[in-house]
Nanobody
C-alpha cells in the first residue's frame, strides 16, 4: 500500500498560478503511472492529468495548455503546475495511481476567486 500526501493548495486570484505536490511512500514509485484528480463542491471526482512511467503526459481538455504534470522518481513526488487558473478550477485536488487507485489522501484545496 502506498500512502499519498498532497500539498500546495491555496486561495489564488483568477489568472494566477499554483504548484501542487504529491508525496508517495514506497519503493516502487517509479513503476507507477500517476495522475491528478479533482473534486469540486457537489460534483464527482474527475480526472485532470496523467504521467506515465516514461514521462508521457496526458490532460483533460479543460486544463490542457494551462496545467503541467511532472514527477521526480528519486523523491517519490508528483507535481501539478497550474497556470492561468480559472474559478472553475476550484476543487480539492488529489493524486493517485491510474487505473487501480490506492487509498485516497486528504487532498489539497485550491480556490480560485477574486
Amino acid at each position: 500500500q502506498v500512502h499519498l500526501v498532497e500539498s500546495g493548495g491555496d486561495l489564488v486570484q483568477p489568472g494566477g498560478s499554483l504548484r501542487l505536490s504529491c508525496a508517495a511512500s514506497g519503493s516502487m514509485f517509479g513503476m507507477l503511472v500517476m495522475g491528478w484528480y479533482r473534486q469540486a463542491p457537489g460534483k464527482q471526482r474527475e480526472w485532470v492529468a496523467t504521467i506515465s512511467t516514461d514521462w508521457k503526459t496526458y490532460y483533460d481538455d479543460t486544463v490542457k495548455g494551462r496545467f503541467t504534470i511532472s514527477r521526480d522518481n528519486a523523491k517519490n513526488m508528483v507535481y501539478l503546475q497550474m497556470n492561468s487558473l480559472k474559478p472553475e478550477d476550484t476543487a480539492v485536488y488529489y493524486c493517485n495511481r491510474m487505473g487501480l487507485p490506492f487509498s485516497w489522501g486528504q487532498g489539497t484545496q485550491v480556490t480560485v476567486s477574486s
